[in-house]
């Protein structure tokens, strides 16, 4: 199973265990057991003082692990109404102690914004093509291939493999978003599939993203393939078509 960046889950889980951490730390400060604040709490605040303590922090959780540019806005939102409760939190608690928790709090949850605006992290909300987690597991393989040209068909090597793309390494430069024909043999299959090449890799050579343009029989095809790679327990990666 593919999953998101560790990283981004280490976020996900803070935020989900915000509402418990916040009921130990404010029962610390006011010298009671957690479960008699908590239970005090539940019974005397208000439903907007339920919503910022559980709902908001849950609901921030929630937006960093869909991962869209929505949510990535929702999550700004979201920190934006935190730093407004912790401000007013400050202010109305004479305690010191208490007003200094609260700053690190709100300093906290800024810095974790200001982290996904300016990190790697960020093009995972912005573009979807970097959400690895999403898109069909691409499986190693290593494969010769054959681009067939009019005039003279051209060797390649297909490094990856997936049910709608596959990653094609070729001795010159091919044409981005031209549609090509590409011939290959595995497991007793012979596949001549159109693909067009959507980005080309920054690498040395020549190495290309593809896109399969299937037919119900070259899709079928691929699906017995892919079933067969998944059995055989060969190694996915992560590059992208």
């Excluded at 418990?20 to 003082?49: C, G, M, Q, V």
């Excluded at 800024?110 to 960020?122: G, K, P, Q, R, T």
Aim: net charge neutral.
């Amino acid at each position: 199973m593919k999953s998101r960046p560790k990283s981004l889950l280490i976020l996900v889980a803070a935020f989900a265990f915000v509402p418990i951490l916040n009921i130990i730390a404010t029962s610390f400060f006011i010298h009671i057991a957690p479960h008699l604040y908590l239970w005090d709490y539940l019974i005397k605040s208000t439903f907007e003082e339920k919503l910022g303590t559980f709902i908001v922090p849950w609901l921030a959780a929630y937006s960093l692990y869909v991962c869209k540019k929505w949510s990535y806005v929702l999550f700004a939102i979201l920190m934006g109404v935190v730093f407004a409760q912790n401000l007013e939190t400050a202010l109305n608690y004479p305690s010191t102690s208490i007003r200094l928790a609260v700053a690190a709090a709100a300093l906290s949850n800024m810095s974790v914004l200001i982290y996904l605006a300016f990190s790697e992290n960020h093009q995972l909300f912005v573009n979807p093509s970097m959400r690895w987690w999403e898109t069909p597991s691409r499986y190693r393989v290593s494969l010769d291939a054959e681009i067939l040209a009019a005039e003279h068909p051209l060797q390649a090597k297909i490094k990856d493999l997936s049910m709608d793309g596959l990653f094609l390494e070729t001795p010159k430069p091919i044409e981005i978003g031209v549609p090509l024909e590409i011939a290959f043999s595995i497991e007793n299959l012979n596949l001549a599939v159109k693909a067009i090449a959507l980005r080309r890799q920054a690498t040395d050579n020549f190495a290309y993203g593809m896109m399969i343009e299937h037919t119900p029989e070259t899709r079928s095809e691929m699906k017995h393939i892919i079933s067969t790679l998944k059995t055989q327990g060969v190694p996915t990666t992560h590059s992208l078509a």
